[in-house]
């Protein structure tokens, strides 16, 4: 099912009803939103009244939330492939598939007309978004948790057995990486050059992305998840707190 409150009210302004799970949130261009099911189907629909404009049908589960780039509306489904429609038109532009079932749920990343996905959980693939073709592929050590962040060179991600990977984004190629202990569900995060992740050790790390040098770290007693920064602080939960470092 999709749900949409008034913000001023709390009411409920309209629902959707899907004949199976809705385990992400829709995707918003204009005034259109795209929401995928496990029923294998991707809605779009009108975010001011609920009304649906089209229903695609994919071969396998779709799970997560698209990616919007250029007018165009990409999402990966359960069989590890991903798809590029048109908004407009809805008509398919390309598929990729990376030859492997895949139970992946998060969003496609877009940066420099280059779409990051991952499927085989430990594979992350590099397609052009022309032309749906493979431009590389890095295969990590564990699942990888979350989709990459970037600069305008390097991209980096986590791996759930806590791995940290900085890549070149032009062909893959390995830059340095980093291996604590714990599990870690947290992406990584950038701001001038320094890359802040949270890990299942307890810790809150500081790097230099070009370098991988650690800069400095801060424990707390429980697995730290994504930070988020703003005004030269930084916010992070871990356990039953919220911190603040300045």
């Known amino acids: 099912m999709i749900i949409a409150i008034d913000l001023t009210t709390g009411k409920k302004s309209w ?16 005034s259109l939103g795209f929401a995928l099911s496990h029923d294998k189907k991707m809605y779009v629909f009108n975010l001011k009244t609920g009304m649906i404009r089209d229903t695609i049908q994919e071969d396998y589960i779709l799970c997560g939330t698209p990616s919007i780039s250029n007018k165009e509306v990409l999402y990966p489904d359960w069989g590890g492939n991903i798809h590029c429609r048109f908004i407009t038109s809805g008509k398919k ?8 079932q895949s139970k992946w749920f998060s969003s ?3 940066s420099d007309s280059i779409v990051y996905f991952v499927s085989s959980d430990s594979i992350l693939f590099a397609v052009s978004l022309k032309l749906g073709s493979e431009k ?43 291996v604590s202990t714990g599990t870690t569900w947290s992406y990584p995060v950038i701001v001038s050059n320094i890359v802040y992740y949270g890990c299942g050790d307890g810790k809150l790390y500081a ?19 994504t930070p988020v920064l703003s005004d030269e602080a930084i916010f992070f939960t871990s356990g039953q707190y919220l911190y603040k470092i300045e």
């Open 93 to 100: 532009k390309w598929t990729f598939s990376s030859g492997k």
């Open 108 to 110: 496609p990343s877009i």
């Open 207 to 225: 790097f230099d992305i070009h370098t991988g040098e650690l800069i400095w770290s801060f424990s707390s007693d429980n697995s730290v998840n």
């Open 136 to 178: 590389w592929r890095y295969k990590a050590k564990g699942n990888i948790s979350r989709a990459p962040s970037f600069t305008d060179s390097i991209l980096v991600f986590t791996t759930s057995n806590s791995h940290l990977y900085a890549l070149s984004k032009n062909n893959g190629k390995l830059l340095w990486e980093y």
């Open 15 to 30: 629902e959707i009803f899907t004949r199976g799970s809705v385990c992400g949130p829709p995707a918003i261009d204009d």
